[in-house]
C-alpha cells in the first residue's frame, strides 16, 4: 500500500530528518494506518521525541559525555572474561579493554574475529570445516609426530593419515598432500627431503647435534596450512541474525582481517574484529568508527552498563577518527595535539608544554573550557556564551 498524498503532506510537515521520516513512512505502511488524524498523531509523537533527544545550543557535550563514560567506569572489573558464551576462546574485557580503546592500541592483548561464512557454508558444517583449515594455522604437530635420529642426523615426521584427509578434504590423493608439505618444509628450511607414503626425513646439510635441533625449532613454527596469526578457530552453531533458521558462524584467536576476507566461503559484509587498526587499513575511517562504537558498547553492556546513551560513544568516536586516522585520547593524541597551550599542559608534562610554547612563540586564544578555567575566566558555554547588551529604549518621538 502506498502512503496517500494527505499523509505524506502531513509527515512532510515535522521537523523530522529524512532518515526518521522515512522510518515513518515505512511504519505506516507497515502497520496499514490510512486515517488521516492516526498519521498525524504518529508523526507528531515521533516529532516530540525527537526534539526531546536534541542537544540545547551551547550544551558541554564533551563534559556530559565524559562523565556519563567515565563513571560507569568505575564500576567496571578489571578481569579477563570469556568471549561471547565461547568458552575455549578468552578476550580482554571491562575496564582494560575499555581502556584498550580509547588509547587506540595498534594491537589489542586478545585479537579476535567473528567470520560470518555465505548461505553455501554457513549451512552445512562439513563445508564451514572446509573454512575453518583455510583460516586456522595447521603447524606440524597437528599434523602427526616429529622424532629425531641422532645417529643418522635426521628428522621423522610420521604423519596422521586421517588428520591430512581432515584438513585437505578437498584434495583426493595423499600423496599430493604429502609431497605438498615436503616442498613446503624443502621451502622453509633449505633442506632435501625424502618422503615415502606418509613418512618424511631430512637432516642438516653437516653432521650437527645443534642444527638437527634448530631444524626441529624451525619445523615448529611453519604453517602448512590457514593463517600464521590465527592459532585457534571454534565453530558454533546459532540463530540468523535475520530469526531465519540456524548458521554456522566461527571465532578466532588471533586476527588476520585481510587475510580472512579473502578466502571463499566467507560473508565479507558480516564478518568482524576488535582490532580497529585492521579494520581501519582494511576498509577506511568510517568502518573503524562504526567499530570503535560498536566495541566500546558491547564492552559497557557485557558489564551491565548498557544504558549509558550511545550518542557518547559516538562523539568519542568521531573525535578519535575525525582528521581520517584513528587518534588516541591521551597524551600522544588528542589531548597532546590541542591548540590551546594551557589545554595540553593541564593534560600532562606541564613545564615541556610551556617550555615548547614559549620557544615558538605560542599564543592561546583562550576559547576552550580547561584554558579559561586556569586564568578564572567564564567558560564558552551554556550561559558563559551569551552576551547581553544594554541599549536604550526611548524614541525620538
Not at 568458552?87 to 575496564?95: H, K, P, R, S
Not at 604429502?178 to 633449505?190: K, M, N, Q, R, S
Amino acid at each position: 500500500m502506498a502512503v496517500s498524498d494527505d499523509i505524506e503532506l502531513v509527515v512532510e510537515d515535522t521537523e523530522l530528518p529524512r532518515r526518521l521520516k522515512d522510518k515513518v513512512y515505512s511504519v505506516i505502511n507497515e502497520k496499514g494506518v490510512t486515517d488521516i488524524e492516526d498519521a498525524d498523531q504518529i508523526a507528531r509523537q515521533v516529532e516530540r521525541e525527537y526534539v526531546d533527544t536534541r542537544v540545547d545550543p551551547l550544551d558541554p557535550v564533551g563534559t556530559v559525555s565524559a562523565q556519563s563514560i567515565g563513571e560507569p567506569g568505575t564500576q567496571m572489573t578489571m578481569n579477563t572474561f570469556h568471549y561471547a558464551g565461547v568458552a575455549e576462546i578468552d578476550v580482554t574485557q571491562g575496564l582494560p579493554r575499555l581502556i584498550e580503546l580509547v588509547d587506540a592500541r595498534k594491537t589489542p592483548d586478545t585479537p579476535t574475529m567473528t567470520v560470518h561464512l555465505d548461505e553455501e557454508h554457513a549451512e552445512n558444517r562439513e563445508k564451514a570445516h572446509e573454512v575453518v583449515w583455510k583460516v586456522e594455522a595447521t603447524r606440524i604437530l597437528a599434523l602427526g609426530d616429529v622424532s629425531t635420529n641422532v645417529a643418522d642426523m635426521l628428522v621423522r615426521i610420521d604423519l596422521n593419515e586421517e588428520t591430512l584427509r581432515e584438513r585437505w578434504p578437498t584434495v583426493e590423493s595423499l600423496e599430493i598432500i604429502v609431497t605438498e608439505i615436503a616442498d613446503t618444509i624443502e621451502g622453509e628450511l633449505g633442506v632435501e627431503t625424502y618422503h615415502q607414503e606418509t613418512m618424511i626425513e631430512f637432516g642438516p646439510d653437516e653432521p650437527s647435534y645443534r642444527d638437527l635441533l634448530q631444524l626441529v625449532e624451525e619445523l615448529r613454527d611453519i604453517v602448512f596450512k590457514g593463517i600464521g596469526d590465527i592459532s585457534r578457530v571454534v565453530i558454533r552453531k546459532e540463530d540468523r541474525e535475520d530469526g531465519d533458521g540456524q548458521e554456522f558462524v566461527l571465532y578466532t584467536e588471533g586476527a588476520a582481517f585481510k587475510k580472512v576476507l579473502e578466502i571463499e566461503g566467507v560473508d565479507a559484509s558480516r564478518t568482524t574484529t576488535n582490532n580497529i587498526h585492521e579494520v581501519y587499513r582494511v576498509l577506511g575511517v568510517e568502518a573503524a568508527r562504526e567499530r570503535i562504537i560498536e566495541e566500546t558498547m558491547d564492552t559497557l553492556e557485557e558489564q551491565g552498563l548498557g544504558d549509558v546513551n550511545i550518542r557518547h560513544l559516538m562523539l568519542v568516536a568521531d573525535i578519535m577518527t575525525n582528521r581520517g586516522t584513528i587518534e588516541s585520547i591521551g597524551r600522544h593524541g588528542i589531548s597532546g595535539n590541542k591548540e590551546s597551550v594551557l589545554a595540553r599542559a593541564a593534560f600532562e608534562v606541564t613545564v615541556n608544554h610551556l617550555l615548547d610554547a614559549a620557544v615558538h612563540g605560542e599564543s592561546d586564544e583562550l576559547d576552550g573550557v580547561t584554558e579559561n578555567v586556569i586564568v578564572g575566566k567564564p567558560i564558552r558555554l551554556g550561559t558563559g556564551d551569551v552576551t547581553l547588551r544594554m541599549g536604550s529604549t526611548a524614541s525620538d518621538e
